[in-house]
């Protein structure tokens, strides 16, 4: 039989764990509703005008949010099961970090606007209102991403290459006297111009460097897309994979034929049919 002790550290586990009962969704809800007032706090801190006449009242409140999540971090350690295993978990990383910068504060004045980290544990957010069915969908654009990485690389490597080549050529070209001081800031142009920002701080002065610009220009509308398409291609080839895995719900094949609708073992409609 439970003690009186533990049976206290599993109903706390079940408030502060678990967003499944009444009691832990209030809790959580409480904590998302503490942690936006602490972030609009910083936001509204960040202001000069507000910062100077009401600093002494933003550090007492920010003081009120640390030790707010300090007793839940410490309250989560208490209660969980295994309190190493949350403390190296992502949320209790997470929620420890909500903690450093207020004691941070305390010798860097500028460490408080290191708060703003507190916005990732709103991922709890999540777990409160039961989107986990929004994550498998995560899952393609995490499958895309896994399947194009190599061709990410590839298309980067030659981006880089292309931005220096076109970088040098420039420095070469426009020289010191026209803002091309050395390599690195013909580079950093190179860039600016390939990815069609075109800030406009530098500029080619000479013919020669007009025309090599106009190049870099129409390759950087090129290439642009070379990502987008990769990453789309991959992105469909995900779904279809999905597709192709799914189960027939009356004999459980797998395996399909690309574009089936009926399984090929039983014959039964592999999807329902929306209206």
């Known amino acids: 039989m439970n003690s009186p002790h533990q049976a206290w550290r599993e109903r706390l586990y079940v408030v502060v764990f678990q967003s499944d009962t009444p009691a832990g969704r209030r809790f959580d809800k409480t904590l998302l509703l503490i942690i936006l007032a602490s972030l609009l706090v910083v936001i509204i801190d960040s202001v000069e005008t507000v910062h100077s006449q009401y ?25 969980s099961p295994k309190p190493l295993r949350y403390a190296f978990s992502f949320y209790g990383l997470i929620d420890l970090l909500a903690i450093v910068p207020g004691i941070l504060a305390i010798y860097y004045s500028d460490a408080q606007y290191l708060m703003i980290v507190r916005v990732v544990r709103m991922l709890r957010i999540f777990r409160v209102l039961k989107l986990s069915h929004y994550l498998k969908q995560a899952n393609y654009l995490l499958a895309a991403l896994r399947g194009s990485k190599q061709k990410i690389i590839v298309f980067l490597v030659s981006v880089c290459t292309l931005v220096t080549v076109f970088g040098t050529l420039m420095y070469v070209v426009e020289g010191p006297e026209h803002g091309f001081t050395n390599i690195p800031t013909g580079i950093y142009w190179a860039i600016v111009t390939l990815t069609t920002v075109g800030f406009g701080d530098i500029v080619p002065k000479t013919p020669i460097g007009q025309i090599l610009s106009s190049m870099v220009m129409i390759t950087g509308y090129s290439i642009i897309a070379v990502p987008t398409g990769i990453f789309t291609a991959e992105l469909a080839n995900a779904m279809r994979s999905e597709q192709l895995n799914h189960d027939c719900p009356v004999c459980s094949k797998k395996q399909h034929e690309p574009n089936a609708a009926y399984c090929s073992r039983c014959g039964n409609a592999l999807f329902e049919k929306r209206s």
Do not use: K, P, Q, S
């Open 55 to 79: 600093a002494d009242l933003f550090a007492w409140i920010e003081w009120g949010f640390t030790f707010i999540f300090a007793v839940e971090y410490l309250l989560r350690l208490y209660c």
